[in-house]
């Protein structure tokens, strides 16, 4: 499972592994994002390399996200062209409120509903919601 997110944004992944350590625990997901790089490690390759081995890709969409031109030029193409060639799961959250639906991630379902996303909801809310998240990116990676 890659997990794509800009770096501005690094609270909502945080509070995203949280939730998913369980899960993650239990079965034999393997979960990558840029925290795994090594220092001196060649980044580019490493991030090539976990970008052709995922089975899924999750987005953590923001406005920082959709901002990024690395996400925007690098990960999110591989990711889109990985989908339709090779049965990626393409698996996006709706963190903010964001201008998704001018770009290719508007043709696939997110997880949650981007008229409600994370952030506008109450702590409480919230964690209902990255269960409900979490519940469903098991089933994707169970199956």
């Known amino acids: 499972m890659f ?3 800009s ?6 992944r945080e509070e995203f592994l949280k939730h998913l350590r369980p899960y993650i625990k239990y079965s034999n997901a393997d979960v990558w994002d840029d925290t795994k790089l090594k220092a001196g490690a060649d980044w580019q390759k490493e991030i090539q390399t976990a970008l052709a081995s995922a089975k899924i890709a999750v987005f953590l969409v923001t406005p920082s996200f959709l901002a990024s031109p690395f996400i925007a030029e690098e990960e999110m193409p591989r990711l889109l062209a990985a989908a339709k060639n090779e ?3 393409v698996f996006w959250i709706a963190v903010s409120a964001s201008a998704y639906k001018q770009t290719p991630i508007a043709q696939y379902q997110a997880a949650n509903d981007p008229a409600h996303p994370l952030n506008a909801l ?7 919601e990255w269960v409900a998240i979490c519940e469903k990116l098991h089933a994707a990676y169970s199956s």
């Not at 770096?7 to 909502?12: A, C, M, T, V």
């Not at 109450?122 to 209902?128: H, N, S, Y």
């Open 7 to 12: 770096h501005s944004d690094k609270r909502w």
């Open 122 to 128: 109450t702590v409480a809310q919230r964690d209902r």
């Open 3 to 5: 997990v794509s997110y």
């Open 87 to 89: 049965g990626l799961i």
